[in-house]
């Protein structure tokens, strides 16, 4: 069974572009969460969509967003980029939330590792 | 409000010597912890999880964990440590809320 897949690997931008990052989830699961991983602040959670919809954010700007698409890919968009938005960006998959979300494992991709110049 | 608290940032320890990670929660609710392991420049692998079954978990890579309630820990042990068990580890807890919430990670150090 194939894993969580994230593309591209890196991603190297500057100041005030825009950056699109992608992630294939787990064949059957229709949960899609993304983090960001600055250096020194641990995992921070940035999005969460199931089937879809856009279920519940972090404490982030605006200029993060994303989407889920009817095959359950997702893509995250990060607008006018800052030097702090370098980061390595996780996306996790999970089995459909109405089924006791509380205990559904969370698998992980390899990330990708964006670096505002 | 839930949170985890991984006490060590860093854990220093010899090849073949026993491993301890500590993770303490708070819950409002049944708590499903995780612990995941995250080698350099990788994404986060699960090593094993309590969802209010057996108290005593197996993982891999022989990995364990105990889900204390009463002293609110889940702490991950090894009873010798490889070389390459040298990574960050993250204690993760869900219930009552879909966002699951992660510890600070603790950075095991394997000396030979």
């Known amino acids: 069974e194939a894993g969580v897949t994230q593309s591209p690997t890196h991603l190297i931008k500057t100041r005030g572009q825009q950056a699109t990052l992608r992630c294939s989830p787990i064949?059957?699961?229709?949960?899609v969460y993304w983090y960001q991983q600055a250096l020194g602040l641990g995992l921070q959670f940035l999005l969460w969509?199931?089937?879809?919809?856009?279920?519940n954010r972090g404490n982030f700007p605006p200029r993060f967003s994303g989407r889920q698409f009817p095959n359950y890919s997702s893509e995250l968009n990060v607008n006018a980029l800052e030097l702090e938005d370098s980061a390595l960006y996780l996306c996790?998959?999970?089995?459909?939330?109405?089924?006791?979300?509380?205990?559904?494992?969370?698998?992980f991709g390899p990330g990708t590792r964006l670096t505002v110049l | 409000a839930q949170s985890v608290t991984q006490l060590d940032s860093h854990v220093s320890v010899s090849e073949g010597t026993p491993v301890l990670l500590r993770c303490n929660y708070s819950?409002?609710?049944?708590?499903?912890l995780f612990w995941y392991v995250q080698h350099p420049n990788k994404g986060l692998q699960l090593l094993l999880k309590?969802?209010?079954?057996?108290?005593l978990v197996k993982g891999i890579n022989g990995f364990e964990a105990e889900f204390k309630k009463s002293e609110t820990s889940f702490h991950l042990t090894k009873p010798s440590a490889h070389m390459s068990d040298a990574a960050e580890y993250f204690c993760?807890?869900?219930?009552?809320?879909?966002?699951?919430?992660f510890g600070r990670g603790t950075s095991l150090i394997v000396h030979p």
């Open positions: 996790a998959s999970s089995l459909r939330f109405q089924r006791s979300a509380s205990t559904d494992t969370q698998y």
């Open positions: 064949s059957g699961h229709t949960s």
């Open positions: 969509y199931d089937e879809g919809e856009e279920r």
């Open positions: 819950s409002s609710y049944s708590p499903s």
């Open positions: 309590y969802t209010s079954a057996a108290t």
């Open positions: 993760v807890l869900t219930g009552g809320s879909y966002i699951p919430t």
